[in-house]
Nanobody, 127 residues
């Protein structure tokens, strides 16, 4: 059974930081990339970042470059998203995702037909 366990969301003031984690199990994701999409209230889901399990290459949406850092944990198929200098427009539900073509999906905001989704963790940036 495939499982995605996300954690780390919460309420933070503008300029603050949060670290999200996504632990996956139950499926061989060696040829996949794992990462994050987010969805703000009333808006479509958009790509945030991902990291390839094959070569460790990373991809970021322009809106988060220089502020967010994605990395792999010591445990296999665990991914972290360090979010610094958070802004109110970063508010939304953050969904862990896995797909063989996730880098292209992240930069083009292609969320339809994603192979695997987590249930999401909410992030609220507000004073």
């Amino acid at each position: 059974q495939v499982r995605f366990v996300e954690s780390g969301g919460g309420l933070v003031q503008p300029g603050g930081s949060l670290r999200l984690s996504c632990a996956t199990s139950g499926f061989n994701l060696d040829n996949y990339a794992i990462g994050w999409f987010r969805q703000a209230p009333g808006k479509e889901r958009e790509g945030v970042s991902c990291i390839s399990n094959k070569d460790g290459s990373t991809t970021y949406a322009d809106s988060v470059k220089g502020r967010f850092t994605i990395s792999k944990g010591n445990a296999k198929n665990t991914v972290y998203l360090q979010m610094d200098n958070l802004k109110p427009e970063d508010t939304g539900v953050y969904y862990c995702a896995a797909d063989r073509f996730l880098p292209d999906r992240v930069v083009r905001n292609l969320y339809y037909g994603m192979e695997w989704w987590g249930k999401g963790t909410p992030v609220t940036v507000s004073s």
